[in-house]
Structures are given as C-alpha cells and as structure tokens.
C-alpha cells in the first residue's frame, strides 16, 4: 500500500495538474522538473481543461490483478485541446459508440479499490462530451 | 576504440522451465557460451533481465550468477532496460571491451516468468511502462500495443488481417529451431479467427511469456585466435531512447528509439538498410515489427505490411525476419530474448542453425531488442568474419 503515492499524486489524479513552463510557455503533463522543450526548470502549475479527442483507444480483456471486477474496460489516448496527449480509461460509452477523434470530458470516478480494507483510488477518466450526449 | 566479436554463444530452449531456477538456467547458458568458445574465465559478467526482483523474489543477480557459475571474484552486475535488458547487457559488455577496461566479457540474459500466474506476470511486465501516469489507468503492456495498433489501422487504412504475415512466417521458422517455444505452424484463419487480448491485438499477435537464458562471449577482435569458437565481428551495438510513455510522443507511429538506434548502428557500421542479409526483429507484437521496419528504413511510412509482402520475410525472401521463430515462435523470456536474437544471428552466421531455416546470405545480420513501447532500443549488426 502506497499511501505517500496516491497522496503526492492527487493534483495530477483530481485536477489534472501539470506544468507550464515560464520561459518557452511549453505546457506537460504529466508535470516534468525539466522542461523538455527550452530544458529550463522555471515552471509554475498549470491545470489543464480536461477536454479533448480520441487519438486512439482499446479493450483490456486480460486485466491486471487490482482491475479484474471492471473487466473488459477501455483505455484511451486523448488529445488534449491544450495540445497535450494523456492516457486514460473511457467511461460512459459502449464499444460501439467509440470512435477516433470523437470529443471527450474529464470526469472523477473510481480507478480501483485496493483490496477489501484499502483504500479506494479515485482519478480521472474520459467520457463523450456531456452536451453531445443528452440534449439540454 | 577497439574492434570487437563474439566468440561463444550458449542458450537453453525456450519454455516452462519449472524444473530449473533463475540462476540454474543463467548458469547453463553462460558456461555453453564459454565452452563454445574455449574459455573457463571472463573478465567480466554483464547479466541482462527485467523481473528478478518482481517474479523470483531475487536482484543482486551479478554477484549470484558469478557465484554460481563458478567465476568467483570476477565482476558481474544486472543491467535492466526493460524488455530490452538482453541487448542492453550485450551494449556494456561491447563497451566495456572496446574500450579496453577488458578483454572478454561474458553476456547472460535471463529471465523466468512463470513461477506465478500469467496475471501476476502481466501486471509485472507493465512496470516497463509509466507506472504513474500509464499502469495506474489499468493499461496494460499489450494495451500500449493495442492503441498503436488501431491508430496505425485507422491512419494508414491497414486491414487487421495482413498482419498476420508476421506471426505466420514467426512460427513457420520456429518448427525447425529446436530451442523455440511453439515449434508448429499457424495459419492465416487460425491468426483471424483467434480470441482478442486487447482489440485490435489477438492471441497470434502476441508473443508468449516464457523462461530461458542465452549468452555471448564478447571479445576484443585482435584476441580472437585465443578462442575456439568460430567468430562473429559486432559492427554495431547502438542504443536509441525515447519517452517512456506512449502519450507523450508527438507521433507514436513513428519510434524514434528505433529511427535513433539504427542511426547510430548504420553509421558506426557504414551499413545502411541494403546492406541487411537478414534481420531479427523484436516482434513482440505484429505492430512492432512493423513500426520496426518503417523506422529502421525498410520500409515507408504506413508501407510496412506491403513491404514485407511485397519483399518477401520468409527464409528465401528479399529479407528474412525472425529466423529461427523470433519472439512470437521462439518464445519471449523479456530479459533474455536481446541475447537470444544475437545468438541467433550468430549461429545464422556460422552455419549453424538447421538446413531449413538456415538464410543463404548470411553475412550480414541485423538485430534489434526493444524496451517498454520504444523508449530503449538497442540494434546489434553482426558480420560474418
């Protein structure tokens, strides 16, 4: 059990926090020391919109240990409109329904449950644009 | 810089090694290598594997494999780069004797990977990946491939199935290697018609976890006549890197880590891709291959299923691939398979593999070990001597 871990990361894992760097403006997630454009370390926080589109995405059948209940589940690579990509799972949507550079939403859900008294891990995951989904 | 060669190559089959430990495998294949080239001590032991620590309860590898195979005293140490540790331990040995810091240098990749149940393994494996920001979203090592894959179908308008030229030709080569894993061939429906592991990628699209151990003796080329294994010159051992996730590459299609490696090893070589007599590639998923060739300069961009029909992959082709089963037919023991495609080519180059494999240009050899999804990449060009 990695506590310190999931505690260090909660910023990235909540609000998707990662790094601008001050001197080039290069944006990164996840956040970097060093930044990999300029190689400056003069950086300050940036949080990221959590918006995007389906770069490309897959089926896990044969899942890890600790996700074994949400199998089969999708994970995806998003291209952020920040011009970031992030890997993630896919939530809210069928098989069927996905498609390459379809927009996605950040939302927080459950990633896994560490066992039956460990604590359960939150984080973001992506799902079809909210509006697009349920005409308001 | 000095020139170097190996002059002793050793491995064990490929398989579910329950009867064998972690260091009885290492043992056996280093001292194959050192009994083939005549030799009962090396300077040094440069071991190559991945999961140890996760899968055998057991790091500390130098000092347990020098030990144990009798080499008391003599330096070893592990070098890990995921599933490209093997070649990557082959790159120090390289360095280390063309520097002249030593004269012979004994190579074992080793790896075991099914004490525990193929799930504890999977999850292990993973750990090539960014175990923050990648294994934590549940992705999988094969889930990496997956998303490659379809990107690479979807971009340049792939049909799924010509894929499965790769595994067809993988295990056809390996019924004759009797060292590799799955000696039986495969054909085109059984690779469509197969269960997905994680859409696109299918069971015949993966190479097999497996255990094994393979080894080098690594010389400098003024001291070959010392030795009585027959010898084989290393041109190149060059070693490209990229980020180590997937996401964070502005083309994931194009792997840099291969474009850098081969780069290197064509220019120390003076080679370039025409010059390849054959080529084993890291085929542990139908995608690397054919990232491979696109990034290595075989092929073009989006061209890598056409080149390879069009060319020709099997041992009578334009350019041979995975000659004796490569990852998917000879098995893929992570830390060990680096070493196992030198050994290979070696043999290839001696003559010494069997008459139906066996390459009819065998001067020049390539091979390639790749870490993670890319993020180490290791090519090896051999030349006959």
New interface residues.
Partial sequence: MDIP?YWR?KN?RYRMRGKKCIDCGYLSF?PRIVC?ECKSRNTEPYEFAGRGTL?????????????DQ?AP?F???IDLEEGV?????LTDVTLKELE?GMELEMVIRQ??EDGPRGPV?Y?YKFRPKFAEKVKV | MRKVAIVGVGQTPVREHWESSLRDLAVTALRDAMDDAGTDTVDGVCVGNMLSGALSEQEHLGSLIVDYAGLDGVEGMKIEAACGSGAAAIRMAVKAVASGLMDTVGVVGVEKLTEFS???S??AL?TAA?A?????????F??IN???M??YM?EYKADKNDFSIFPVNAHQNAVHNPDAMFRYPITENQYINS???????NLMDSSPIADGAAAVIVCAMENVSQFKGHPAAILACEVGTDTI????RKN?LWLRGVERSVKKAYYVSGLGPKDIDFFEVHDAFSIITALSLEASGFADKGKALQFASETGIGIKGGLPLTTCGGLKGRGHPVGATGVYQVVEAAKQIRGEVSEKIQVEKNNIAMAQNIGGSGATVITTILKKV
């Fill in positions: 871990r990361l990235q996840p990999p770069y490309s995405y897959t089926t896990i059948y044969q899942s890890p240990d600790r996700f949400m589940y994970v995806g690579l990509r992030v890997t993630a799972q390459i990633i896994y891990l984080g | 193929g799930k504890y999977t999850a993973a960014d923050d920001y990648e294994t934590t979203m549940g992705l999988t094969v889930g997956a998303l490659l379809r990107r979807h269960k997905f592991i994680a859409d696109p990628i996730a997937l996401d964070n994931p």
